[in-house]
């Protein structure tokens, strides 16, 4: 019985390898399909890291699978896209999602020759950590500060029936990034991941910053997810992201946040149909199939 199960665990884990590696390419086409700069240097593109920087599986929320890319603005992240993919229920593809998000301070400017838009309305806002214990001077010794302050933030979220699912910090951070010219020394991009899988639901920066010659930890926290979430350091809450009318299943109050669907493929990569969007307060959108030639 203990090897009969051994068997079905490799076997699922060989699946989930294969679906990946067929997934990826799709995956890259997709985001390549973005423009990216700030408002400042409208004709300085951002850098695209094709390489993922995550990949993730998330069996509770029907099958989904899904890869994590960066932009770089300077070495330091400055937008980050999941591209994920799951069934579709009618037609013998899966239903390929984005979901993006602003990291650099400064409002970014998107640029997509296709029926879905993602228009980021600011940059977004960092915080003081003025309680936590000044950073080091040695690089390696300011990872494991991040590494423990990440530590220090947890939380829940809650699905559309109301159940609490916990949100645990993945340790290892998404990308370590090196100082940059808008005086940060040292940076993480961390993540909150859901018991539900281990796609991300929550985004967490750390840096450290140098004003005035002396160094000073911030952060920011970035909904990720379509649920309601909940994020407490120190049992204190410190961000949330609570369905309303102004903070809807497809994007936040400032559009910093943008989820939708996009297409249909097959696992080749043949184009089934596009998914058009109707109205941010409707999950998804309106499905259109596309004619063989």
């Not at 829940?156 to 808008?182: C, F, I, V």
């Not at 910093?256 to 043949?270: A, C, D, I, P, S």
């Amino acid at each position: 019985m203990v090897l009969f199960s051994l068997l079905l665990v490799l076997a699922a884990a060989d699946a989930d390898d294969r679906l990946s590696k067929k997934m990826l390419p799709i995956y890259v086409k997709e985001v390549e399909t973005y423009s990216l700069t700030v408002k400042s240097a409208p004709k300085q593109a951002l850098e695209l890291k094709k390489e993922p920087v995550f990949e993730w599986l998330n069996p509770a929320r029907n099958a989904q699978q899904g890869t994590i890319f960066l932009w770089l603005r300077n070495g330091r992240p400055a937008a980050l896209a999941c591209i994920f993919s799951a069934p579709n229920r009618r037609l013998p593809g899966r239903n390929i999602n984005h979901e993006l998000h602003a990291l650099d301070v400064e409002k970014l400017v998107v640029k997509r020759d296709q029926y879905n838009q993602w228009k980021p309305q600011a940059g977004l806002a960092r915080k003081q950590l003025s309680d936590a214990t000044p950073p080091a001077a040695a690089r390696g010794a300011r990872l494991l500060q991040m590494r423990r302050l990440a530590q220090e933030f947890g939380g829940h979220s809650l699905d559309r029936d109301g159940k609490r699912w916990q949100l645990r910090l993945l340790p290892t951070p998404l990308y370590r990034y090196p100082a940059a010219k808008s005086g940060i020394v040292d940076g993480a991009l961390f993540a909150l991941m859901s018991s539900a899988g281990t796609d991300p639901e929550v985004l967490l920066l750390l840096e450290v910053k140098k004003v005035d010659g002396n160094l000073h930890w911030q952060y920011a926290c970035g909904r990720f997810s379509d649920w309601e979430l909940h994020v407490q350091r120190k049992d204190k809450e410190v961000f949330a992201s609570i369905p309303s009318e102004s903070n809807p299943f497809a994007h936040d109050p400032l559009h910093l946040y943008r989820l939708y669907q996009e297409k249909v493929v097959t696992l080749e990569g043949k184009l089934l149909a596009r998914i058009r969007p109707k109205n941010p307060h409707v999950p998804w959108g309106e499905i259109v199939p596309v004619k063989d030639k």
